[in-house]
């Protein structure tokens, strides 16, 4: 099995005997029964809920196989996999590097918790690169990265950062999100754990939250598996079942919202009312050659910086919209628009010249968005 693709189709399911479903049935249990007494504290066997299902355990081995590492972890959202991991690996007097362009939740855990708990975080400029290297000190237990960056969409140099890391034993943590690592492979890349939110494409209806964390060593799985253990961790067998489900079909949705969302950016380019379009596949961005170095592809998010104007002028653009949502999150089978600004936090990089709108593309036509963002900007003015 060659091909992702493929393997997404086949991996993680029971072996056909008489009438096999063709995933692994969902098995809702906290308790399991044994017949025989002596066989409950064995090692081998899973001895309660908490502990999974062959579901999770089918998901994990597609977690595993969608970044070629070597563990996968599951958490019951897209945040916990961001703050779980980095909390694996931290102790107070710890030092915590974070890119300015980190998803908003993922920053406020570093800045509450993280401080809480004695640990420091320092903002670093996502296009830092090599020189990270003089930000990274002794106590520096982890770099965080993401790319591109929430809302901004910076593409960093993973591979740069992660080999300055490894220098001086910290270990890297991507927010993988956004390329779903279809398109993106960061721990091919030098990083060691990548995070998803497989709320987005895996989940991909918007009716799910779900998270999974990748580990490139069986070191570091063992540290997060541990982390999970000692917190509780646990995620619903109904909700895992959902995700690998979303595993099966994820490569062509995720195909068809690239494509709709690179025919959007670039037609959104060409309008008055647009003064930057932030998409990595475009010549214009500022990192699109970073991005031809490490990425194969784009992803169904993008941003707008719009014409300057009121906000209410935002807002009614938005709400003209007919065919775009007004939510968060992304990946799902239906397309969605917000303005950016009210949740926008940069200590780093120029203001945008005016209001950001970010567009997640589902599965409509791209003909019928163009012809629907077209109306829309009627009412901006
Ligand atoms: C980049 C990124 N990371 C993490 C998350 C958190 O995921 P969840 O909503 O599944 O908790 C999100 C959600 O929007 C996200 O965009």
Avoid at 105 to 112: I, K, L, V
Wanted: aromatic share 8%.
């Amino acid at each position: 099995m060659t091909h992702r693709r493929t393997r997404f189709a086949h991996l993680g399911r029971p072996e056909p005997t008489l009438a096999t479903p063709v995933n692994h049935p969902v098995e809702r249990a906290s308790t399991l029964l044994f017949d025989k007494s002596e066989d409950l504290y064995r090692s081998d066997l899973r001895g309660y809920g908490r502990h999974g299902s062959q579901v999770h355990d089918a998901l994990k081995r597609l977690f595993v196989d969608l970044e070629g590492g070597a563990t996968a972890q599951l958490y019951p959202s897209g945040v916990m996999a961001c703050t779980q991991p980095v909390l694996s690996f931290v102790r107070p007097g710890d030092h915590v590097l974070l890119t300015d362009s980190a998803y908003g939740p993922t920053r406020f855990f570093c800045q509450t918790f993280l401080k809480q708990m004695g640990v420091e975080t320092e903002l670093y400029d996502p296009r830092i690169g090599a020189g990270i290297e003089a930000l990274i000190r002794d106590n520096t237990a982890v770099v965080l990265l993401e790319s591109p960056g929430s809302l901004t969409f910076e593409i960093q140099d993973i591979p740069a950062i992660s080999a300055a890391a490894r220098k001086r034993a910290a270990v890297t943590i991507v927010d993988n999100t956004w390329s779903a690592g279809l398109t993106c492979n960061p721990l091919a890349l030098g990083a060691d754990i990548t995070t998803h939110s497989a709320t987005k494409y895996f989940g991909g209806h918007g009716d799910l939250l779900y998270g999974g964390a990748i580990c490139a060593s069986e070191d570091h799985g063992s540290t997060l598996a541990l982390t999970a253990k000692q917190l509780g961790v646990a995620s619903s067998p109904d909700d895992a079942y959902q995700v690998l489900r979303g595993f099966r079909s994820v490569s062509a949705r995720f195909a068809q919202q690239e494509r709709t969302a690179e025919a959007l950016a670039r037609w959104l380019a060409d309008r008055d009312e647009v003064r930057q379009v932030l998409h990595p596949a475009l010549p214009s961005h500022p990192d699109h050659a970073l991005w031809r170095r490490d990425f194969s592809g784009g992803a169904c998010l993008f941003g707008a910086v719009l014409a300057p104007g009121p906000v209410v002028q935002v807002d009614r653009f938005i709400d003209a919209l007919r065919l775009f949502g007004v939510g968060f999150s992304y990946g799902g089978f239906e397309s969605l628009a917000i303005h950016c600004d009210p949740q926008l936090k940069r200590k780093f990089g120029e203001p945008f010249e005016g209001p950001l709108v970010r567009f997640a593309c589902g599965l409509e036509h791209p003909d019928d968005l163009i012809a629907d963002l077209e109306q829309a900007f009627a009412q901006y003015s």
